[in-house]
């Protein structure tokens, strides 16, 4: 398998990770989880109608790495730069990048550069 870029992912259709925020991250022995506001356009089954003040749809949502065997360059929340929204919440930017390889993948932002050693995607949209 060569490496997949996540706009290529079934998972993905309809969803804009350059336009979605962290909101956190988490991990554990085995899992890295984020917690986003993903932005959703009308080609996701997840799409609804814009609030007026919204750019498309925005839901939060988690994207995990489960079953994760190595972890390189995570730095940790408190140590990683976050810009303040106008209505006083905070957030780390966007991913930039998130890559499918063989060995894993690789993910990047302002949060930082990413290397999870195997394990399996998972993609949720809180509805």
């Not at 990048?97 to 998972?122: C, D, Q």
Request: a negative charge; aromatic letters at 12%; charged letters at 25%.
């Amino acid at each position: 398998m060569k490496e997949m870029d996540w706009r290529n992912l079934e998972e993905f259709k309809g969803i804009d990770l350059n336009d979605s925020f962290i909101l956190s991250w988490e991990q554990s022995t085995e899992k890295l989880t984020f917690e986003l506001i993903i932005s959703i356009w009308p080609e996701s089954e997840f799409y609804t109608k814009p609030h007026p003040d919204e750019y498309t749809c925005y839901r939060k949502g988690t994207l995990s790495f489960t079953g994760i065997e190595s972890l390189v360059g995570l730095a940790s929340m408190e140590s990683t730069r976050y810009s303040t929204d106008p209505d006083g919440s905070i957030d780390y930017g966007n991913i930039d990048s998130l890559v499918k390889s063989e060995r894993g993948f690789n993910l990047g932002g302002e949060f930082g550069e990413v290397t999870v050693g195997g394990g399996k995607l998972h993609f949720e949209i809180h509805t």
